[in-house]
């Protein structure tokens, strides 16, 4: 089945650092959700991209859909500690419409 | 964004019961709801999707029968693990989607499984 290649798996960052993760496949997805999660809690929704190169920020978040359809990035400008957590890709898929998930960024950021 | 409300968010219990985990979307109706397994440290597994009332549609290696999935209302979905044992202690949450949410996907806050 359709799987995403999300990169990297973890980052140990600065505090006021940028930070950028990607998520790519062989196949070709409708939409894009970045998430993220806090530990004990469910995903929570950060950016939807419905267009191939669309650019859309979420405040100190960007994140993009790719031309290609089969990839996407997520940008984080500035980080602060709240920024830790677990950050997912997860791409929509055909007529079956089912979420794919990502394998997960783990983002650690030293004060 | 939509909220989805998940109960209880943890349960303990002894092996060979049964538990039940509500999922509820509070302020849009959700026409499709998803149950995600998540071990530790690891990515969110779909388990079932299911489509307001009718049967859920499960993934290769999901037993059917001891994940039971109802989804009678626009706004509530079921899961009940039967028979629970040890190896079924997970995360569990559901998520849920409808016209209203632009059909983006909001997820419950989770479920923290622990079978004795």
């Known amino acids: 089945g359709q799987q995403l290649n999300q990169s990297p798996q973890s980052m140990f960052i600065q505090e006021g650092e940028d930070v950028s993760m990607n998520c790519t496949s062989s196949s070709i997805f409708n939409t894009w959700l970045w998430y993220k999660q806090d530990p004990g809690e469910g995903p929570v929704l950060l950016i939807a991209?419905?267009?191939?190169?669309e650019l859309t920020s979420n405040g100190r978040l960007t994140a993009q859909f790719g031309i290609t359809r089969k990839d996407s990035f997520l940008n984080i400008s500035a980080s602060i500690p709240s920024d830790v957590g677990i950050y997912f890709c997860?791409?929509?898929?055909?007529?079956?419409?089912?979420?794919?998930f990502g394998q997960g960024t783990r983002l650690t950021i030293n004060p | 964004g939509a909220v989805v409300s998940q109960h209880p968010s943890w349960v303990i219990c002894k092996s060979g019961t049964s538990v039940k985990i509500e999922c509820r979307s509070l302020d849009f109706q959700a026409t499709t709801m998803f149950w995600y397994r998540q071990f530790p440290k690891q990515s969110l597994m779909l388990m079932a999707t299911s489509n307001e009332g009718s049967k859920a549609t499960y993934e290769q290696g999901v037993e059917k029968d001891k994940f039971l999935i109802n989804h009678a209302s626009l706004t509530l979905s079921t899961l009940t693990v039967t028979s629970a044992h040890p190896e079924d202690s997970s995360f569990y949450i559901c998520s849920a989607r409808g016209q209203a949410t632009n059909e983006k996907l909001f997820f419950g806050s989770g479920t923290q499984l622990s079978v004795l």
């Open positions: 991209l419905y267009k191939a190169g």
């Open positions: 997860a791409g929509l898929w055909g007529g079956a419409q089912k979420l794919v």
